[in-house]
């Protein structure tokens, strides 16, 4: 699909993509709690849901009596589609903002953002990366390359804009599996790629790809590379927490524990990538961990950058409304 193209979602549309994809895959851990409601969380198994991983690992719900059930999905958007169908109550860290936001133009009011997990030139999630030996030294010198992104609609819109800011011009971009992106360019079947960690590292410490730019969503959507890109969010449903207000306190309490370990003590948070991810070995240790922000912690300024986010694909055709932020923060 075209970034420009209008795209007009619903609830049947989305539910559409649905099938063996919204089968959620067994996760590595579920945590058992006797009484009240289970809470099902939707995850995509990439390094920036670690706190859920960690509250579940370390029994932060199990010892504020919840009963949570970690659902593995293969894409963000398989998330979203969970919470849309009544699957799934909410989803963790790494789950795509705009994803979710497509969800909440189909079915208005499906979702409060509980935690984001901004990221930047500092905090590193995404990045162009090139073959270690490329002659290339700037995203616009990927004028006329193949360039490849991860998929999905949030993927591919980013990956066309930026490439026609940096100066780079009107690009095609070819949809690849991000698990593939280091082979494909080992294999030059494509120039450079727009990916998301640990995929830069994998590349590093394998010999084969380099970083060209990390930090390019805030450089060159946000227009300063330190801003804060909030492209993924932990949720619950609106439903389950009007339906259950004390137990969605108590989950996003716990949640805040996982988070509070990975700010406070990363190198113990990060085996729990293990068994969640692809992440495994030495590669635990080197791959950047993503910062967080809770509901509580957002400033104007980060709801703004939050907000330009969402507008660009509002302006690309991809939202066919206006999706107000502040609206989606959750205000418990």
Known sequence: MSPTSSFRPSRRHVLQAGGAALGALAAPAIVRAQGGPKLRIGYWPVAAGLPFFAAVEKGYFKEAGLDVEPLKFAGAQQVMEAMLSGRS???????????????????????????????????????FLVPKDSPVKSVAELKGKRVASGP??????????????????????????????????????????????????????????????????????????????????????????????????????????????????????????KG???IEGALTNEVPLASYMLHDEFKPADIAYFQKFFDLFTEKGIFEKKVAVEGLLYRG
């Open 276 to 278: 969640y991810t692809a």
């Open 89 to 127: 109550d909410g989803s963790a860290n790494g789950t795509g903002s705009a994803n979710l936001a497509i969800g909440e133009i189909a079915q208005p009011g499906l979702f409060k953002i509980f935690c984001t997990n901004p990221s930047n030139a500092k905090f590193v999630l995404e990045e």
């Open 152 to 273: 999905g609609i949030q993927n591919v819109t980013l990956a066309k804009t930026m490439l026609e800011r940096a100066g780079a011009g009107p690009m095609s971009v070819t949809e690849l599996p991000i698990g593939q992106h280091v082979a494909a360019l080992a294999a030059g079947q494509v120039d450079a790629v727009y990916t998301l960690e640990p995929t830069g590292t994998v590349g590093r410490l394998n010999g084969t790809t380099r970083v060209l730019e990390a930090g390019v969503v805030a450089h060159y959507i946000l227009g300063d590379p330190m801003a804060p890109w909030h492209g993924g969010s932990a949720s619950l449903t609106t439903e389950f927490i009007k339906k259950n207000p004390e137990v969605a306190k108590k989950y996003i309490a716990a949640y805040k524990r996982g988070i509070e370990l990975v700010r406070n003590n990363p190198a113990e948070a990060r085996q729990y990538m």
